[in-house]
């Protein structure tokens, strides 16, 4: 009799563990789609135009913005390698 009181009460806490442990993985999966979700935020900037003293504003998400300023950075470096303009870091 004891021996099946003892196979319930494991049985449970396993069955316990299981459920919290699907709630972690649930939980975890919404902290990364928040962390997408304020990452694809929409952010606007207000750039200078050439040829006049106005602004525009533009308006894109935060992920476009970091691929337009990464590729910036990128065109910046090849510029100074190709024109000799010292070493890159």
Do not use: P, Y
């Amino acid at each position: 009799m004891a021996g099946k009181r003892l196979l319930v009460c494991v049985l449970g806490l396993a069955a316990a563990f299981s459920a919290a442990a699907d709630e972690s993985k649930n939980s975890s999966a919404e902290a990364a789609d928040a962390a997408k979700v304020k990452e694809d935020k929409v952010v606007c900037k207000k750039i200078k135009v050439t040829g006049t003293h106005f602004r525009k504003r533009i308006c894109q998400k935060r992920s476009v913005w970091k691929e337009i300023e990464e590729e910036s950075q990128r065109a910046m470096d090849e510029l100074s390698v190709t024109r000799g303009g010292g070493t890159v870091n």
